[in-house]
């Protein structure tokens, strides 16, 4: 987006709020389901904790729209609108204009810098379609705004369209970036931290569960864990990488464990310090977000002690970052929003084993499926193009073909609900604009569409179903991969129990609210805000 279109979407104004916070901290666990909440937080004792019985906790927030993945989570979380609006509906899609897959981040006129590393590509925040809360804190307030994560689309959806230091892990894992978008040869205070901190010092580290053994529910090594390599199934986990060296292995090991978290908090918290977030006129703005959950939850699940033991480190990593905050910005001088980009679905064996309709979906046999149905129609050779998670892309001018014809469609699409752990299939033109409808998974799909970038099909799995191959993954309409917590503490902030149906597109316009300002958004300030 050009800086005048950006501009154009601010349309900001100043609310009558009183002595707002020095800075506005914004926290996207990954793949944080809310029923964590309920059963880990008896363990806590720090900072999760202390926004669960200091904060104001919304029990019933969810993601109303389809496809719950990363890059559309931390796109609504970030804008206050859904995917229709900002357009970001998948972490990558097919490119018509290019013919090929793109990520939410991939933008060929920019160029990304490495922080004592030779990168190569460009990313930034140029496909989504509509300003952040950063965006609208800066142009409105001259915000300080850092954002921060493993992942690049992350970050970057957090950190919007500019900002002081927007930091992310490189697709090899072994040192941190930037693009020259937010800054031409990197930020000094960024590198002096990492330099001080090498990814390497975690070498030779034990993962052993940190909470006494009675407090872990169902087995250490359940059926369909798909741990990385060189890890079993059960604790202990040591980082050493399978040729017990720094190495590939090691960094993907590294990710996967609670002390990748934990530096990422150190670097937020060095952060504010050297950038001096909070001591400047107005509000400042911390973006985090926290992955590490989210590629644990992959390999494990739910239901693992790894994923219960990644919530006990990460409740201690948001307190000493919380402890930090009072002591650099001040007590009762920031406030913090927390949620999650989206939840996970349990591994469909375990489901299975329990008797309960599951499975894993052959996307190839679903994509040959479809080729039968076309090929006595429209000819030999190759109909569609790729299916990218729930969207089918077909070659160009096949499906207007399709929809021209009322018994090759519907033969096309009961082709798809035909398939295993298929509940739903819409055409496009079908959920174009229907964000209205009172059919829910039909409001669903219409939220997560847009126009030019979805697919020319779209589909919904069953609940417990999904189109992977190991471990567990997210991105249905189902109440494991929507329903998420939403937590706010800090300055402004009413304490308490809330039972409002919201969801995470109500983060940014409650913490702009509290800042002092109105954010044109579809979502909205909650009644915490005092």
Known sequence: MTAAAIAALLSLSTTAAVTPPKLAVVIVVDQMRADYVDRFNAEWTAGLKRMVTQGAWYQQAAYPYLTTV??????????????????????????????????CTEDPSAKDVGYGIPVTGGDSAYRLQVPTFTDQMRTSR?????????????AIMLGG????????????????????????????????FIDANPLAA????????????????????????????????????????????????????WERSPFADAYVGRFAAALVQSLQLGKHDGTDVLAISFSSPDLVGHAFGPRSHEVQDMYAHLDKTIGTLFDQLDTIVGKDQ???????????????????AEGKDAGRINGGALVDAVEQVLKPALGDGRHIVVLNTNDLYFEPGVYTKIIQSRELTTAVISAIQSRPGIQRAFRS???????????????????????????????????????????????SASADDQRVPILFYGRGVKPGKYQDAVTPADVAPTLAAISGLTMKAEGHPLACVQ
């Open 142 to 154: 001259q915000a300080h705004v850092v954002s921060l994560s493993i992942k690049a689309r992350s």
């Open 202 to 253: 975690d070498f030779g580290k034990t993962w052993e569960r940190s909470l006494p053994a009675a407090s872990y529910s169902g087995a250490d090594d359940a059926p369909g864990e798909a741990p990385p390599l060189g890890w079993t199934r059960s604790f202990p986990h040591v980082l050493k990488g399978t040729a017990d060296k720094v190495d590939g292995s090691y960094f993907s090991q």
């Open 429 to 475: 033109e079908e959920i174009r604009g229907a964000d209205k409808s009172k059919d829910p998974l039909v409001r669903a799909a219409a939220l997560s569409y847009f126009p030019g970038r979805s697919g020319d099909i779209v589909f919904a799995t069953k609940p417990g179903w999904m189109v992977s191959g190991g471990g567990t993954t997210h991105g």
């Open 161 to 192: 369209h500019g900002g002081d230091a927007i930091t992310w892990l490189t697709d090899t894992l072994d040192g941190w970036e930037t693009a020259a978008g937010y800054s031409e040869k990197g930020v000094p205070a960024v590198k002096a």
């Open 334 to 352: 920031w406030v913090a929003g927390l949620t999650a980009d989206h939840g996970v679905t349990p591994i469909p064996e375990q489901l299975v």
């Open 70 to 103: 990363t890059c559309a989570g931390h796109a609504t979380v970030s804008t206050g609108s859904f995917p229709h609006v900002h357009g970001v509906f998948q972490n990558a899609w097919w490119d018509r204009d290019a013919r090929k897959q793109v990520t």
